[in-house]
């Protein structure tokens, strides 16, 4: 009797200290978790791929101000971003171009999308060293892409379900994707395509020559970017922060933060600093526009 009356104890024993490290463990965790607002919690951010370094640039300087924040990169297609939110399983997006007014109207029973701009980018057109043209005209592109058969190039994108390929593809006025066009999968193996390559044209982003990793630091310098016809300057133009900041360069393409948050979260507060004037100076650093030029105050001595 005595040694069931000590196995009653000891079971409930067991069972309330159990409970207690429950509630131990359960209180831990409340504390460690930070709640979402403005400049603390935790988000995946997915970026269009070819907009990446901007992106973790401006996070990286975000973060070290509010500690309490962390940004998670997810690089993908600008497909599978759209889709992504549509389906609601994605809340905050990097894409180097608006929302259609399509999207927009989808979205708007569910939340209304923030659409913040905070950089210019460009389209970039590269080519072997090797190549026998050094300038281009964007019809002549386009017309290669409507009319393979009589293009005497042949073109390279970082990704078939990109932005790059869709505003191509949109300004040739083509459904399908043409044979004579190849994709890889990241800007840094489409210059080394580029490399071996006499008549191919790879079309990049901007934001990966500017901010290259090393890899695409050393391919650079086998390759060139050709220079681009601008009808009203009737001249041509290579890609750059004067050449976007002055209109002379006629592929110039805005990024844009969107945010379906639906509250002042992260994302609120992620667009705010980017748009700000810290993120305006993080990006003119970077090489690529800021939407806003940062002011530079002067202070004048009095002798």
């Known amino acids: 009797m005595r040694k069931l009356y000590l196995s009653v104890n000891m079971a409930l024993m067991a069972t309330f200290l159990v409970g207690c490290n429950d509630k131990t463990n359960q209180n831990t965790t409340d504390t460690n978790e930070v709640k979402e607002t403005y400049s603390s919690g935790e ?5 269009e791929e070819s907009v990446v370094p901007i992106f973790e640039d401006i996070a990286m300087v975000y973060t070290s101000e509010y500690p ?3 940004l998670n990169t997810v690089a993908s297609s600008e497909n599978r971003i759209v889709n992504l939110l549509a389906q609601d399983s994605i809340r905050l997006a990097i894409m180097p171009r608006k929302l259609t007014k399509k999207e927009i109207d989808f979205f708007k029973d569910r939340v209304s999308p923030k659409q913040t701009a905070f950089a210019k980018d460009a389209i970039v057109f590269i080519a072997n060293k090797s190549f026998q043209d050094t300038l281009v005209k964007y019809e002549d592109i ?17 990704n078939a379900n990109s932005t790059l390929v869709n505003q191509l593809m949109r300004d040739a006025d083509v459904k399908e994707i043409p044979e004579q066009v190849y ?6 193996k489409v210059l080394e395509l580029v490399t071996r390559h006499k ?5 990049v982003g901007l934001n990966w020559l500017v901010q290259p990793n090393d890899t695409i630091t050393e391919l650079m310098n086998e390759v060139r970017s050709l220079a681009v016809y601008n009808a009203e300057e009737n001249s041509y133009f290579k890609a750059n922060q004067s050449t976007i900041a002055d209109g002379t360069y006629p592929l110039v393409r805005e990024i844009y933060i969107i945010d379906l948050q ?19 100076r993080v990006v003119l650093k970077s090489g690529l526009l800021p939407v806003k030029i940062p002011t530079r105050e002067i202070n004048i001595k009095d002798n």
């Open 43 to 47: 988000v995946n951010v997915y970026v």
């Open 68 to 70: 309490k924040a962390k």
């Open 142 to 158: 386009l017309g290669y892409i409507k009319n393979p058969e009589n293009s005497k190039y042949q073109f390279v994108f970082e």
């Open 183 to 188: 994709f890889r999968d990241n800007a840094e």
């Open 199 to 203: 008549n191919l044209i790879g079309v």
């Open 262 to 280: 639906g509250k002042s979260g992260l994302g609120t507060g992620f667009a705010s600093f980017a748009a700000g004037d810290k993120g305006q």
